[in-house]
């Protein structure tokens, strides 16, 4: 990332159990040179931002505080190819929950024409070639077929993120879903 080029921000929801697990160590085996990233569902992919950090964190509480904890159930690995050769896991079960809160965050100040339509998934890895992708998924697909763990994710918290350099994330703040948010003003 260039100095003159906007800061890049995003919304998640970290996936700290055996499927994140799972997911890292899968992305370190077909991808080891990509920095490392924690597994995480997108809630805003990347954007800039309408307004400060302070006053994003601000519309951020307001609305976290106003939805309570849900969980979602995975489904099969997709991959994007022919638009992008990445490699996912599809929300099946309340996949509309995540929709709903990117729906409400993708306002004001996270307001931002998207790319492509929301999806709600749990990214694996973005290869460097399509056919790398087409490679990576069946290895993927075999995997994730023998995974014995549970596939539920209980989205609690929605952390703020900004982009460092490409591929390279700094969390600014965690957010917890609910009425048990406690103000600091």
């Not at 709903?100 to 004001?108: G, S, V």
């Not at 763990?149 to 879903?177: H, K, M, Y």
Request: hydrophobic share 40%; net charge negative.
């Amino acid at each position: 990332m260039l100095m003159s080029d906007p800061l890049r921000y995003a919304l998640v929801a970290y996936v700290r159990n055996p499927v994140g697990e799972f997911v890292e160590r899968l992305r370190r085996e077909l991808h080891p040179e990509l920095p490392h990233l924690a597994a995480h569902l997108t809630i805003l992919p990347p954007r800039t931002l309408q307004n400060t950090e302070l006053a994003a964190r601000e519309v951020l509480e307001e609305v976290c505080s106003e939805i309570e904890p849900f969980e979602v159930t995975l489904g099969d690995v997709e991959t994007f190819v022919p638009v992008t050769p990445t490699l996912f896991i599809r929300v099946a079960y309340a996949a509309y929950r995540l929709r709903e809160l990117h729906d409400r965050l993708n306002t004001t100040m996270f307001g931002c024409p998207e790319q492509w339509p929301y999806m709600p998934h749990l990214t694996i890895v973005k290869m460097s070639t399509e056919q790398q992708a087409k490679e990576a998924y069946r290895i993927a697909h075999d995997r994730w077929a023998r995974f014995e763990g549970s596939r539920s994710i209980r989205v609690s918290e929605i952390t703020f993120v900004r982009e460092q350099e490409p591929n390279c994330w700094s969390d600014l703040a965690g957010v917890p879903l609910g009425c048990a948010l406690v103000r600091g003003r």
